[in-house]
């Protein structure tokens, strides 16, 4: 395949060959359906509908996980990160792995034998019910809204690649039917139907991955050194994109926003509500501890695969035409796949990617709409006495207003790369969420106003800095003169934060105010809640009993 055809891949040869890739995108449609439909049996109870009736293994859970956490950011972000940014686009998946360890060791069988379905669960154990699993439903919608930002606007220009759709309204309309079809999977799968898909979806995901990394491999002999040569010899950018430096190594100020990144990936993993409720769907603690070690495993492979995708995309594909593409940096992975496969390829690859993105929405919307139905509804508003169906009721009705809510926040955000999306996401999570769990499992001195101060302070002041930070408006690109944060209009800049993460800010702040809120507060240390919440996290003595619904 030449340099020339390549280029004419959204001109003409996805035009001449549409039906193919229509076709390999529903049938990968119809497969996950199939498997939602055909997991939904037995969904109308609360334990079976947000954690699948405990019944999976840990090998099975941890296959999933990695479905859950390998989104649009992992695959489509990063290998356009990389193939754009290079080594500094490769500190994502750095990142991201890295923190699995944080997960594996402060949480994961902590949680799974204090909490019973949500984060609120573990958070509201020892403190008062009301205000805290309040609290952590609005952080987890929150959270939540953040990562399903970025999943949509990986969708838009995925889809639009593959169908050769351009233009705003048909991204517009690519990120309603995503939509729709995630609040479809919730509906009727529940997290049992959602986790197949997870797992069918990890797999397929890190076949393909490994297919485009062994072709890229094959066409400089399996030699890394050629590929990394032969890329920094095509970018614009030279050597730099072998070394530190292209976007965090400017001034002082980027090696500052690197240090905030790197924080929120490193600590928001253990804080993402969406993976701390799969943790609920294994039989014990033990099971728990095999679903990371799982998760660590096909993870880390993955994301050594990007490292051969992200740079094999910038000599094969070359910036300007990523650039260029719908979705920009998040189409360089399908247009590297083009690049070596064709159509077919593209196809194929694109369906995988567009799986990956409704198994993670789904994910994202389940545990939304639980936390909402099972801490809001049934023990705030009904003080822990709602029937079981009514609260199943409330969480779908919840879905389809997540799902709209996804579907608007998606067209706001769809020209930003989905891998910077996520870190927000991990930024608010390590905030709002992370210094309040720790504070709850391994600090007998912990108080209800520390968890809300915690909760409320790292919550708000991440969102805070986010939306009045170069990535919300303010922001011009110096080589093209346009705007590229979500406000599109370069004329329209409130931005006052100078970074692009909050998370060097937030995270410290949250822990400072969690432990703050405790010792000025005048609430009676609960002791013996304490001991049995301790025996209960290391030894999973009692858990069984109180997750019996």
């Known amino acids: 395949m030449t340099a020339t055809s390549a280029t004419t891949l959204l001109a003409a040869e996805t035009v001449g060959k549409p039906v193919v890739n229509i076709t390999i995108f529903a049938i990968f449609i119809m497969i996950t359906l199939a498997i ?16 699948g009736g405990r019944a999976f293994t840990g090998r099975q859970n941890g296959i999933a996980i990695s479905g859950d956490y ?75 809204f953040f990562y399903l930002l970025a999943q949509m606007a990986g969708a838009g220009g995925l889809v639009n690649l593959l169908l050769g759709i351009k233009g705003s309204t048909g991204q517009n309309l690519t990120i309603a039917v995503v939509g729709i079809l995630m609040i479809v999977y919730v509906l009727v799968g529940g997290m049992k139907g959602t986790t197949w898909v997870q797992i069918v979806k990890a797999v397929l995901l890190v076949l393909g991955a490994a297919l485009m990394t062994f072709w890229v491999l094959g066409k400089s002999g399996f030699d890394l050194s050629s590929i990394l040569g032969d890329a920094a010899a095509a970018s614009p950018k030279g050597d730099a994109v072998l070394e530190p430096g292209v976007k965090y190594g400017l001034s002082t100020l980027t090696k500052i926003d690197f240090i905030s990144l790197a924080m929120a990936l490193v600590l928001g993993t253990a804080g993402l509500p969406h993976v ?83 198994a993670v929405v789904a994910g994202l919307t389940i545990t939304a709409s639980a936390s909402f139905a099972h801490d809001v509804y049934n023990n705030v508003l009904k003080k822990g006495a709602a029937d079981p169906d009514a609260e199943v009721r409330v969480a779908r009705t919840t879905a389809v207003v997540i799902g709209v809510v996804a579907i608007m926040g998606g067209i706001f955000a769809k020209d930003q790369n989905v891998a910077f999306l996520v870190a927000l996401a991990f930024a608010v999570a390590a905030s709002a969420n992370l210094p309040t769990i720790l504070y709850s499992l391994f600090w007998k001195g912990f108080t209800t106003r520390g968890a809300l101060w915690s909760i409320y302070g790292g919550l708000i002041s991440s969102v805070l800095l986010i939306a009045f930070s170069p990535v919300v408006s303010g922001k011009v690109d110096a080589a093209t003169g346009k705007s590229v944060s979500m406000i599109t209009d370069k004329s329209i800049d409130f931005s006052w934060f100078p970074l692009e ?23 009676s240390r609960n002791a013996d809640k304490f001991a049995e919440m301790e025996v209960r996290a290391l030894t999973g003595a009692g858990a069984e009993k109180a997750l019996v619904h």
């Open 36 to 51: 939602v439909i055909r997991a939904s049996g037995g969904n109308q109870s609360a334990a079976h509908y947000y954690t």
């Open 70 to 144: 390998l989104s649009a950011a992992s695959f489509l972000g990063i290998t356009g990160a990389i193939a754009l940014q290079g080594y500094d686009g490769f500190l994502y998946s750095i990142g991201f792995l890295v923190a699995w360890l944080v997960a594996l060791l402060l949480v994961a069988e902590l949680l799974r034998n204090t909490g019973r379905y949500t984060m609120a669960d573990v958070l509201s154990f020892r403190l008062r019910q009301g205000p805290v699993r309040t609290a952590a439903a609005i952080s987890t919608l929150a959270v939540s």
């Open 276 to 358: 701390l409720m799969r943790f609920y769907t294994v039989p014990s603690a033990r099971e728990a501890r095999h679903s990371v070690v799982w998760a660590i495993g096909v993870i880390g492979v993955f994301y050594l695969f990007t490292l051969i995708l992200g740079y094999g995309a910038m000599y094969l594909v070359g910036a300007k035409r990523i650039n260029a593409a719908p979705g920009k940096a998040n189409a360089a992975a399908p247009l590297l796949a083009y690049e070596l496969g064709g159509t077919l390829l593209l196809g194929i690859v694109a369906a995988v990617a567009f799986a990956t993105i409704l």
């Open 501 to 523: 993460n909050p998370g060097i800010v937030s995270i410290p702040l949250a822990f400072l105010l969690g432990w703050l809120g405790s010792v000025t507060s005048r609430e």
